[in-house]
C-alpha cells in the first residue's frame, strides 16, 4: 500500500465511494478509499434504493437532482449496472395541508429547473392501478423519481473512481488517524501507514467511532429503519408495465414495485435509536430482529391505499439502520476547529443525496469552496452544543418526523433549552415564544402572559400576528427591548488586527470608536458573510453577525488567518457577550436614565461604540439597529445580563417599554428593505448581486476583490429587490417562485408581513432588466399568484433619519 496521499476517505460506503468518484474525476488522481470489510458493509447494501428529488432545503433537492441524473454516467463510466428504474414517482396529499405542502414544492421545483406537475387523481390509478386513489385530494408528479440497486451504485461510483485514477482497499480498517505538527495525518491500518494532506470521515453507521479516533465527538446517530418486501403480486403481473414509486405523507410510507412484488417502507412514530453507545465493530453485512409491532399502524394505512399489499404474502422484513444529524440533513465539510479534517456523515438519504455530496466535497476540497451555497448540509451549522445525547434525541426526532409536515412557524420541541441565557425565565415570564439558533434559546414573540404563549402552526397568519403588530407599534412610537444574545461576536486583537481584516473584509475597517457594515467575500466574489465590525481600539475589534453561522466563520477566520501568528489573536467570543437592544425614539432617553455617558446624538453618534457601564455593569455600548429607529445594543458578559434587564424594565416602565423578539425585528427590518445572512445574503450571491457593494472598500485588496471588480465592470446578472404582494391573510415564507407573464424570474429568499406600513412583503433575485421601480411581477404562494409590485426604495423611512437622529 503507498505510503503517502493527497485525501484518504475512510468508509466504502456510497458516500465515501462518491467523493473519491468526484475527486478523481475532477483531477486528484492520489486520493485513496479505505474500506474495512468489503464495499457497501454499513448502511449502503440493505437500503429500499428509492430515488427522489424533494427535500427540505432547496439546493439539497437541486443535487439530488444532480444525484439522479448522475447514474448513467457512473454505470457508462463503471461497466457497473446501477438498476435504475426511472419510473418516475407520485408525492400523494390525503388532506389539505398536505396539498398545500406540495404546491410550495411545486413553486420550487420552477426554479430548481424541475419538471414537477400535478397530476389528476384518475391519471394515477391509471399509472399505479394499485393505488386506490379515494384517499388522495392531490398527486404531485416527478419524472426524475425511481429506484436503483444500492450495491450497483456504490460500486458503479468506486469503479469509476478507479477509472479515473483513485484508488480503494478494502478489509483495511483504519485503526488511528493521528496528525502530525505539519497539519497532515498518518492514517495506520493493519497494512500500513498512509500519510494524507487531508482525511475525510465518510463512516457512515461508525461515524462517530471513525470521529473519536481524531478526538471528534459528532451528533449522529443510527436508526432502526423497517421496509418490508411481498411476494408476486397478480395485479402488478398482469400491468406489465413497471410502476411508479410514491410517498403517502400522511402514512409515512414510501413504496415502488421489486420484481414483481412490492417494496413499502415506513418511518415509524416511535423511532428506535440503535447502538446508541457506539455502533459495534463486528456489525457489517448484518440485519436487525424485525419489530413489527413497531410498524403495524403504518402497515395499516399502506394497505388501506394499496389494497392488493393485504393481500400478497410477505416475503421478508428488513429491519436496518442507517444514520441521522440532527436536522436530518447531511452534515458535511471541513471541520471548525480541526485541520485537514473533513465529515460527510449523517447523510440519511445517500442515494438520492450521495451524487451532490460528493460533487460538493470534491469541489471544497479542490477550490476552497462548493459552487453552491451549502448551509443546509455544512458541518458547521453544529458547535459544542451538539453532544452525542443532543445527536440522539434530535435524530429519533427527525426520523419521527421525516414524512410530517412542519410549518413555516413552527419550532420544534426535543432538545430544548441546551443553551439559555441569564434572562431565560424572565422572558418565560412575559409571555415569550421561544426558539433556538445554535441551541440557544430566544424569543420569537411576545404573547400577553405563559398561558397565552404558544403558537397554532399554520401556512397562514398565524395567531402571533397581532402581538408581533403591538410590539412593533412600541417600537415605532415609544421603545422596544430586544434580547441580542444570539448575534456571533468575533474579537480580533493584537498588533496586526486592523491589517488582517482589511484583508478579510471587503469593506471599511473603522477607526477606534466607529463601527460599519462589511460584506465579507470568497475569492470567486460569493458573499460569505455579512458583519458589523466594531474597533474598540486600535488593536483591538469586534465583529458582529450572524449567530447561526458563528462556526461557519470561525472556520474561514482560521483558515485566513494561518501564519500569522503573534500578529493577531482571534476568538469566537458569541458565549461570552450576551445582550439587549433597546429601539424607538424613547430608547435614548431610557438609555440616558442607565448610563452616565452623555447619549445624545452629539455625545453618541449613529454608528459609535464604546466600552462604557450601562445599568451599572460593565458593557460594550454599540449605536445601531436592526428595526431601523433610533437605536443601541448594549453586550454584556452573561452574569451582568439579568442586572441589565432588571435597570431597563425599572428605567422603561413609565416610557411605554415592551419586549419584542425575532419575528418583529425581522418584520422591521422589511420595510427597511434590509436583507439576512442564511436567507437574502449567503455564498449563492455576490456582493453585487445583493446590494452589498454599497459598503466595499474598492481601493484596497482584499479576499474576492478581483471577481467583485470583474463583476462590477460587467455588471450583475441578477439583483435583489423588495416586492410588496398584495394578500390578505398568508405572507411568503421562502423559496417561493416569482414570475413574470408566467415565466418564473428568480424566487423569494425571505418575507412577511411589515407590520408598520401594512403590507405583505418579500425580497428575493431577479433578472437585472427587470428591477425597476413598479415593476409588476407575481408571487407563488401556495399554489396561488399574487400580484407583486418591486419598490427600489424602503418603505420606511427611506432617508435613514429616524436610525440616524
Ligand atoms: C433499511 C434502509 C432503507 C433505506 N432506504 C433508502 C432509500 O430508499 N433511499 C436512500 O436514498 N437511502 C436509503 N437508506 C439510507 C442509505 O442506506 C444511507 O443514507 C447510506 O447508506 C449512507 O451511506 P454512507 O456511505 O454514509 O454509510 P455506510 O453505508 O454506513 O458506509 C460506511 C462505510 O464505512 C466503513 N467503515 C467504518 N469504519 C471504518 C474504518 N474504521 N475504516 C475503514 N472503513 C470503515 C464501513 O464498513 C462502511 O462500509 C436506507 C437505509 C436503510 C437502513
Request: with cysteine; glycine share 10%; charged share 25%.
Given at each position: 500500500m503507498q505510503s503517502h496521499a493527497k485525501v484518504v476517505i475512510i468508509g466504502g460506503g456510497v458516500v465515501g465511494c462518491s467523493i473519491l468518484f468526484h475527486l478523481a474525476k475532477f483531477g486528484w488522481k492520489d486520493c485513496i478509499l479505505l474500506e474495512r470489510n468489503e464495499l457497501t458493509s454499513g448502511s449502503s447494501w440493505h437500503a429500499a434504493g428509492q430515488i427522489h428529488t424533494i427535500s427540505s432545503d432547496p439546493n439539497i433537492s437541486r443535487l439530488q437532482g444532480y444525484t439522479i441524473n448522475l447514474y448513467r454516467e457512473i454505470e457508462e463510466t463503471s461497466g457497473q449496472s446501477v438498476g435504475m428504474h426511472n419510473t418516475g414517482g407520485f408525492y400523494l396529499a390525503s388532506n389539505n395541508d398536505w396539498y398545500d405542502y406540495l404546491k410550495r414544492e411545486r413553486s420550487k421545483a420552477r426554479y430548481m429547473g424541475l419538471d414537477q406537475e400535478f397530476i389528476s387523481l384518475e391519471e394515477v390509478a391509471r399509472r399505479h392501478p394499485l393505488i386506490d386513489p379515494k384517499h388522495y385530494v392531490a398527486a404531485l408528479w416527478d419524472p426524475l423519481d425511481g429506484d436503483i440497486d444500492p450495491s450497483g451504485v456504490t460500486y458503479a461510483y468506486a469503479k469509476s473512481a478507479k477509472v479515473h485514477g483513485a484508488t480503494y482497499h478494502t478489509h483495511t480498517p483504519v485503526l488511528e488517524t493521528s496528525q502530525r505538527p505539519d497539519g497532515s495525518w498518518d492514517v495506520v491500518t493493519e497494512k500500513g501507514t498512509i500519510n494524507a494532506e487531508m482525511i475525510v470521515n465518510a463512516g457512515g453507521l461508525w461515524a462517530r467511532e471513525v470521529g473519536l479516533l481524531a478526538g471528534l465527538h459528532l451528533p449522529v446517530q443510527p436508526m432502526e429503519h423497517h421496509y418490508l418486501l411481498t411476494e408476486d403480486i397478480p395485479e402488478i403481473v398482469a400491468h406489465g408495465e413497471r410502476l411508479p414509486a410514491g410517498?403517502?405523507?400522511?402514512?409515512?410510507?414510501?413504496?415502488?414495485?421489486?420484481?414483481?412484488?412490492?417494496?413499502?417502507?415506513?418511518?415509524?412514530?416511535?423511532?428506535?435509536?440503535?447502538?446508541?453507545?457506539?455502533?459495534?465493530?463486528?456489525?457489517?453485512?448484518?440485519?436487525?430482529?424485525?419489530?413489527?409491532?413497531?410498524?403495524?399502524?403504518?402497515?395499516?394505512?399502506?394497505?388501506?391505499?394499496?389494497?392488493?399489499?393485504?393481500?400478497?404474502?410477505?416475503?421478508?422484513?428488513?429491519?436496518?439502520?442507517?444514520t441521522f444529524g440532527p436536522d436530518g440533513n447531511p452534515m458535511i465539510g471541513p471541520v471548525p476547529g480541526m485541520k485537514n479534517y473533513w465529515c460527510a456523515v449523517g447523510v440519511m438519504a445517500g442515494f438520492c443525496q450521495a451524487g451532490g455530496v460528493g460533487l460538493c466535497m470534491a469541489e471544497w476540497m479542490m477550490d476552497g469552496e462548493p459552487s453552491i451555497d451549502v448551509w443546509a448540509m455544512d458541518i458547521a451549522r453544529f458547535g459544542d452544543f451538539a453532544t452525542p445525547h443532543y445527536g440522539t434525541i434530535k435524530s429519533k426526532e427527525n426520523y419521527e418526523r421525516r414524512f410530517t409536515l412542519t410549518f413555516p412557524n413552527e419550532t420544534l420541541p426535543v432538545a430544548r433549552r441546551q443553551r439559555t441565557t441569564g434572562i431565560h425565565d424572565r422572558l418565560i415570564e412575559k409571555g415569550a415564544v421561544m426558539d433556538a439558533t445554535f441551541g440557544l434559546e430566544g424569543a420569537l414573540w411576545f404573547?400577553?402572559?405563559?398561558?397565552?404563549?404558544?403558537?397554532?402552526?399554520?401556512?397562514?397568519?398565524?395567531?402571533?400576528?397581532?402581538?408581533?403588530?403591538?410590539?412593533?407599534?412600541?417600537?415605532?412610537?415609544?421603545?422596544?427591548?430586544?434580547?441580542?444574545?444570539?448575534?456571533?461576536?468575533?474579537?480580533?486583537?493584537?498588533?496586526?488586527?486592523?491589517?488582517?481584516?482589511?484583508?478579510?473584509?471587503?469593506?471599511?475597517?473603522?477607526?477606534p470608536g466607529r463601527i460599519t457594515l462589511t460584506p465579507m467575500l470568497t475569492p470567486r466574489g460569493k458573499l460569505y458573510g455579512d458583519l458589523t465590525v466594531a474597533c474598540l481600539a486600535e488593536d483591538h475589534f469586534m465583529l458582529f453577525g450572524s449567530g447561526a453561522a458563528q462556526e461557519m466563520h470561525r472556520r474561514w477566520f482560521d483558515r485566513l488567518l494561518e501564519n500569522r501568528q503573534g500578529q493577531v489573536e482571534y476568538q469566537n467570543v458569541s458565549s461570552r457577550y450576551h445582550g439587549i437592544g433597546l429601539s424607538g425614539p424613547k430608547s435614548r432617553e431610557l438609555l440616558q436614565r442607565i448610563c452616565r455617558d452623555d447619549v445624545s446624538s452629539d455625545g453618541m453618534r449613529f454608528r459609535d461604540v464604546r466600552e462604557s457601564f450601562v445599568g451599572g455593569v460593565p458593557a460594550i455600548l454599540v449605536r445601531i439597529s436592526f428595526s431601523g429607529e433610533l437605536g443601541y445594543e448594549i453586550y454584556v458578559e452573561p452574569e451582568y445580563q439579568l442586572k441589565l434587564f432588571e435597570e431597563i424594565e425599572h428605567a422603561g416602565s413609565d416610557l411605554g417599554l415592551k419586549w419584542y423578539g425575532a419575528r418583529a425585528l425581522m418584520s422591521m427590518r422589511l420595510e427597511k428593505g434590509w436583507g439576512a445572512w442564511t436567507l437574502d445574503f449567503r455564498p449563492d450571491f455576490t456582493a453585487a448581486q445583493s446590494g452589498l457593494d454599497a459598503f466595499i472598500n474598492w481601493k484596497k485588496d482584499f479576499v474576492g476583490k478581483e471577481a467583485a471588480?470583474?463583476?462590477?465592470?460587467?455588471?450583475?446578472?441578477?439583483?435583489?429587490?423588495?416586492?410588496?404582494?398584495?394578500?390578505?391573510?398568508?405572507?411568503?415564507?421562502?423559496?417561493?417562485?416569482?414570475?413574470?407573464?408566467?415565466?418564473?424570474?428568480?424566487?423569494?429568499?425571505?418575507?412577511?408581513?411589515?407590520?408598520?406600513?401594512?403590507?405583505?412583503?418579500?425580497?428575493?433575485?431577479?433578472?437585472?432588466?427587470?428591477?425597476?421601480?413598479?415593476?409588476?411581477?407575481?408571487?407563488?404562494?401556495?399554489?396561488?399568484?399574487?400580484?407583486?409590485?418591486?419598490?427600489?426604495?424602503?418603505?420606511?423611512?427611506?432617508s435613514g433619519d429616524k436610525a440616524r437622529g
Amino acid at each position: 500500500m503507498q505510503s503517502h496521499a493527497k485525501v484518504v476517505i475512510i468508509g466504502g460506503g456510497v458516500v465515501g465511494c462518491s467523493i473519491l468518484f468526484h475527486l478523481a474525476k475532477f483531477g486528484w488522481k492520489d486520493c485513496i478509499l479505505l474500506e474495512r470489510n468489503e464495499l457497501t458493509s454499513g448502511s449502503s447494501w440493505h437500503a429500499a434504493g428509492q430515488i427522489h428529488t424533494i427535500s427540505s432545503d432547496p439546493n439539497i433537492s437541486r443535487l439530488q437532482g444532480y444525484t439522479i441524473n448522475l447514474y448513467r454516467e457512473i454505470e457508462e463510466t463503471s461497466g457497473q449496472s446501477v438498476g435504475m428504474h426511472n419510473t418516475g414517482g407520485f408525492y400523494l396529499a390525503s388532506n389539505n395541508d398536505w396539498y398545500d405542502y406540495l404546491k410550495r414544492e411545486r413553486s420550487k421545483a420552477r426554479y430548481m429547473g424541475l419538471d414537477q406537475e400535478f397530476i389528476s387523481l384518475e391519471e394515477v390509478a391509471r399509472r399505479h392501478p394499485l393505488i386506490d386513489p379515494k384517499h388522495y385530494v392531490a398527486a404531485l408528479w416527478d419524472p426524475l423519481d425511481g429506484d436503483i440497486d444500492p450495491s450497483g451504485v456504490t460500486y458503479a461510483y468506486a469503479k469509476s473512481a478507479k477509472v479515473h485514477g483513485a484508488t480503494y482497499h478494502t478489509h483495511t480498517p483504519v485503526l488511528e488517524t493521528s496528525q502530525r505538527p505539519d497539519g497532515s495525518w498518518d492514517v495506520v491500518t493493519e497494512k500500513g501507514t498512509i500519510n494524507a494532506e487531508m482525511i475525510v470521515n465518510a463512516g457512515g453507521l461508525w461515524a462517530r467511532e471513525v470521529g473519536l479516533l481524531a478526538g471528534l465527538h459528532l451528533p449522529v446517530q443510527p436508526m432502526e429503519h423497517h421496509y418490508l418486501l411481498t411476494e408476486d403480486i397478480p395485479e402488478i403481473v398482469a400491468h406489465g408495465e413497471r410502476l411508479p414509486a410514491g410517498i403517502d405523507y400522511e402514512g409515512n410510507i414510501y413504496f415502488r414495485q421489486e420484481q414483481q412484488g412490492m417494496l413499502l417502507g415506513t418511518y415509524e412514530a416511535i423511532a428506535t435509536p440503535w447502538s446508541v453507545s457506539g455502533t459495534p465493530q463486528d456489525f457489517g453485512h448484518d440485519l436487525l430482529e424485525p419489530q413489527l409491532d413497531h410498524i403495524e399502524d403504518k402497515l395499516a394505512i399502506g394497505f388501506e391505499r394499496i389494497p392488493a399489499l393485504e393481500r400478497a404474502g410477505i416475503r421478508q422484513i428488513i429491519n436496518g439502520p442507517f444514520t441521522f444529524g440532527p436536522d436530518g440533513n447531511p452534515m458535511i465539510g471541513p471541520v471548525p476547529g480541526m485541520k485537514n479534517y473533513w465529515c460527510a456523515v449523517g447523510v440519511m438519504a445517500g442515494f438520492c443525496q450521495a451524487g451532490g455530496v460528493g460533487l460538493c466535497m470534491a469541489e471544497w476540497m479542490m477550490d476552497g469552496e462548493p459552487s453552491i451555497d451549502v448551509w443546509a448540509m455544512d458541518i458547521a451549522r453544529f458547535g459544542d452544543f451538539a453532544t452525542p445525547h443532543y445527536g440522539t434525541i434530535k435524530s429519533k426526532e427527525n426520523y419521527e418526523r421525516r414524512f410530517t409536515l412542519t410549518f413555516p412557524n413552527e419550532t420544534l420541541p426535543v432538545a430544548r433549552r441546551q443553551r439559555t441565557t441569564g434572562i431565560h425565565d424572565r422572558l418565560i415570564e412575559k409571555g415569550a415564544v421561544m426558539d433556538a439558533t445554535f441551541g440557544l434559546e430566544g424569543a420569537l414573540w411576545f404573547a400577553d402572559g405563559p398561558e397565552d404563549a404558544y403558537e397554532d402552526p399554520t401556512f397562514r397568519r398565524s395567531r402571533a400576528h397581532d402581538y408581533v403588530a403591538a410590539a412593533i407599534r412600541a417600537v415605532r412610537e415609544s421603545v422596544g427591548a430586544v434580547e441580542v444574545a444570539n448575534f456571533a461576536k468575533h474579537r480580533f486583537t493584537g498588533p496586526g488586527a486592523r491589517h488582517f481584516l482589511d484583508h478579510v473584509l471587503a469593506g471599511y475597517v473603522p477607526k477606534p470608536g466607529r463601527i460599519t457594515l462589511t460584506p465579507m467575500l470568497t475569492p470567486r466574489g460569493k458573499l460569505y458573510g455579512d458583519l458589523t465590525v466594531a474597533c474598540l481600539a486600535e488593536d483591538h475589534f469586534m465583529l458582529f453577525g450572524s449567530g447561526a453561522a458563528q462556526e461557519m466563520h470561525r472556520r474561514w477566520f482560521d483558515r485566513l488567518l494561518e501564519n500569522r501568528q503573534g500578529q493577531v489573536e482571534y476568538q469566537n467570543v458569541s458565549s461570552r457577550y450576551h445582550g439587549i437592544g433597546l429601539s424607538g425614539p424613547k430608547s435614548r432617553e431610557l438609555l440616558q436614565r442607565i448610563c452616565r455617558d452623555d447619549v445624545s446624538s452629539d455625545g453618541m453618534r449613529f454608528r459609535d461604540v464604546r466600552e462604557s457601564f450601562v445599568g451599572g455593569v460593565p458593557a460594550i455600548l454599540v449605536r445601531i439597529s436592526f428595526s431601523g429607529e433610533l437605536g443601541y445594543e448594549i453586550y454584556v458578559e452573561p452574569e451582568y445580563q439579568l442586572k441589565l434587564f432588571e435597570e431597563i424594565e425599572h428605567a422603561g416602565s413609565d416610557l411605554g417599554l415592551k419586549w419584542y423578539g425575532a419575528r418583529a425585528l425581522m418584520s422591521m427590518r422589511l420595510e427597511k428593505g434590509w436583507g439576512a445572512w442564511t436567507l437574502d445574503f449567503r455564498p449563492d450571491f455576490t456582493a453585487a448581486q445583493s446590494g452589498l457593494d454599497a459598503f466595499i472598500n474598492w481601493k484596497k485588496d482584499f479576499v474576492g476583490k478581483e471577481a467583485a471588480m470583474a463583476e462590477k465592470e460587467s455588471g450583475p446578472q441578477k439583483k435583489l429587490v423588495t416586492m410588496s404582494i398584495e394578500t390578505s391573510d398568508i405572507d411568503v415564507s421562502n423559496d417561493e417562485a416569482i414570475l413574470r407573464n408566467g415565466e418564473c424570474v428568480g424566487y423569494v429568499t425571505s418575507g412577511g408581513y411589515a407590520h408598520h406600513i401594512g403590507r405583505s412583503m418579500a425580497l428575493g433575485y431577479i433578472p437585472v432588466e427587470l428591477v425597476e421601480e413598479g415593476q409588476k411581477l407575481e408571487v407563488e404562494i401556495n399554489g396561488t399568484m399574487y400580484p407583486a409590485i418591486v419598490h427600489l426604495d424602503p418603505l420606511y423611512d427611506p432617508s435613514g433619519d429616524k436610525a440616524r437622529g
